[in-house]
């Protein structure tokens, strides 16, 4: 390990927790979801244990279908607007970076790159964009579609809002903004770049109204984990969110994205990897076993079945639940989510029954349970065995699952070097070691100025 490498840390944040029956826990707050002084709370104190990134997953509609089974698992049924949320955050946090979904099916780039942009500036260099093309028909019909264009036309889509937004990012130079009031100039119209696109998705001609941020442009995070996504995110991600369940596999997923950096140009440490890693720690292996059965006990069938039938892309509700998934009853291929598709098919194929299934699906992730020695030496072993550069926790049981963890992981990562004991830049691009990425035109300009 370099004597300067550090776990990155981000939080997926949950206002009840990660398991699906969090909210049924008496620990937690089933009131949190909308409650900005819950969220205040935790943000302050994945500041305390040092966390790199706040993190808000979203998606631009509530279910409609269902009903009985989602009352039953609240899931994005009731959450803030992330942009407005991180925004409100900004002025409550100092270091912490700020992290929200937003959807290249559903948005225009100039108004994303105005928000990011706006809460960049807000927070002082903290802003990152998690760029999701949608898995959901549920979010295609608020925006006047029946369903989701297929995988490839989203990726597509995305790949040519994000060249967008970027461009957008790059209005302005650095040093426009001049304020020279003994001149009578406020900005140096000579360094605004208008953008002139025209492509298959977007036609955009104008310029940003907001000045370059402190990051340069807010951090881009993407977690596809298709072939298509991967070779999109090597192209244009500084942040990845991966879901591999055993060291092996992450190894192995972590030389392949950081292995297609090169036909794009980019260095492989221009990208960190961050491993999901869903968790439930005790002061006893015992306890925390205990605790995670108590919590899969309170798993509704009817919400076991909904949950594997949305990334499945197929209605289980009327199956018996001890039995085995009829063939006929899933799909050749996947449209939303390719990666949590395949591993439900990997566990059918193992004979399981409906039951099993649902108490053993966790999206691709396996639920770490035990004490925090033994977190510590889980996250050593994959970090210093390359199987990612940092981790995005998620807890089972929130706050009270982030709190163990600041209180007791945090010190012995620390004590074995692993992690900071301080921050030590302003912005997030500075904790995650990012280079702060130069303006286009500035260093399109600058092999001209030299040759003269």
């Known amino acids: 390990m370099q004597a300067d490498r550090r776990i990155a840390l981000a939080l997926l944040v949950n206002p009840t927790g990660y398991h699906t029956a969090s909210w049924l826990h008496p620990s937690t707050d089933a009131a949190g979801a909308t409650s900005i002084a819950w969220y205040r709370d935790t943000a302050l104190l994945a500041e305390k244990g040092l966390f790199d990134l706040f993190f808000i997953a979203d998606t631009p509609a509530a279910r409609t279908q269902q009903l009985e089974a989602y009352s039953r698992f609240p899931m994005f049924m009731n959450v803030f607007e992330p942009i407005t949320l991180l925004s409100a955050l900004a002025g409550m946090t100092t270091h912490i970076g700020l992290g929200g979904t ?25 802003a990152a964009w998690n760029v999701v093309t949608s898995a959901n028909d549920f979010a295609a019909r608020n ?34 903004w001049i304020r020279d009031r003994a001149r009578g100039q406020i900005f140096e119209p000579s360094k605004q770049h208008a953008v002139d696109h025209e492509g298959k998705f977007f036609k955009v001609h104008g310029a940003l109204n907001i000045e370059r941020t402190p990051q340069g442009q807010p951090v881009i995070i993407q977690a596809g984990a298709s072939d298509t996504g991967r070779d999109f995110a090597a192209r244009v991600a500084e942040v990845v969110f991966a879901s591999d369940s055993t060291a092996e596999k992450a190894r192995a997923s972590y030389d392949d994205l950081k ?4 036909k794009f140009g980019r260095e492989r440490d ?3 990897v961050l491993a999901g890693k869903p968790n439930l720690l005790a002061a006893s292996t015992q306890e925390a076993e205990d605790m995670y059965q108590t919590l899969q006990g ?7 079945k909904m949950r594997l039938g949305m990334d ?39 004979g399981m029954t409906l039951r099993q299934l649902w ?19 889980h996250m050593e072993e994959w970090f210093t065995g390359g199987a990612c550069d940092g981790f995005m926790m998620t807890f089972s049981l929130m706050p009270g699952g982030l709190a163990f963890f600041v209180e007791h992981v945090v010190p012995l990562l620390q004590k074995r ?16 070691g990012l280079a702060r990425p130069a303006n286009r035109h500035v260093a399109a300009a600058q092999p001209l100025v030299a040759a003269q």
Do not use: C
């Open 298 to 304: 309170m798993i509704h069938p009817m919400v076991g």
């Open 312 to 350: 499945l892309e197929t209605d289980l509700s009327d199956l018996d639940p001890d039995a085995p998934i009829p063939e006929d009853r899933i799909p050749r291929n996947a449209n939303f989510h390719q990666a949590y598709f395949d591993h439900i098919l990997g566990l059918i194929r193992q």
């Open 417 to 432: 070097g692993l992690y900071r004991t301080a921050y030590e830049g302003r912005t997030l691009r500075e904790h995650l």
């Open 102 to 126: 937003a959807s290249t099916s559903f948005s225009e780039p100039y108004n994303i790159a105005r928000q990011f942009a706006s809460l960049d500036h807000l927070s002082r260099g903290r």
């Open 259 to 262: 292995g297609r950096m090169a």
């Open 270 to 272: 221009a990208l960190k």
């Open 359 to 377: 108490l053993s699906y966790e999206r691709g992730h396996s639920t770490f349970r035990g004490t925090p020695a033994q977190m510590a030496d």
């Open 143 to 176: 925006f006047g579609h029946e369903k989701l264009p297929p995988h490839h036309l989203r990726y597509e889509r995305a790949s040519e809002f994000v060249d967008v937004v970027q461009r957008l990012w790059d209005t302005w130079e650095d040093d426009a």
